[in-house]
């Protein structure tokens, strides 16, 4: 069973930073993505970070290119988003997510973790 735990959301100011965590389990070795979603209030889910596990590949959404970074952990199962000169505009839930191939296509993630707020005031 396919398992995606978030953490490390939190509330900071515009031009701060967060490292977001999660752990995944379950994963077989079909699974090659990694990634992290967010979704606004009102708006739909949307693909801002993905990762291919072999490579290393890793695939930003225009939004958040050059200022978020994802990563991962092979040895603990973990994958990270650091987010840096945080804007009011990535106040979200961010999910983790999970996906066999194409991760640079948002429409490759079939899992997702349950989500961690990120709040970011002006």
């Known amino acids: 069973q396919v398992q995606l735990v978030e953490s490390g959301g939190d509330s900071v100011q515009a031009g701060g930073s967060l490292r977001l965590s999660c752990t995944a389990s379950?994963?077989?070795?079909?699974?090659?993505?990694l990634g992290w979603f967010r979704q606004a209030p009102g708006k739909e889910r949307e693909g801002v970070a993905g990762?291919?596990?072999?490579?290393?590949?890793?695939y930003f959404s225009d939004s958040v290119k050059g200022r978020f970074d994802i990563s991962h952990d092979n040895a603990n199962n973990m994958v990270y988003l650091q987010m840096n000169n945080l804007k009011p505009e990535d106040t979200a839930i961010y999910y983790c997510?999970?996906?066999?191939?194409?991760?640079?296509?948002?429409?490759?993630?079939?899992?997702w973790g349950q989500g961690t707020q990120v709040t970011v005031s002006s």
């Open positions: 997510a999970a996906g066999e191939w194409n991760c640079g296509r948002w429409s490759a993630y079939a899992y």
């Open positions: 990762l291919f596990i072999g490579p290393s590949m890793t």
């Open positions: 379950g994963l077989g070795y079909s699974y090659n993505c």
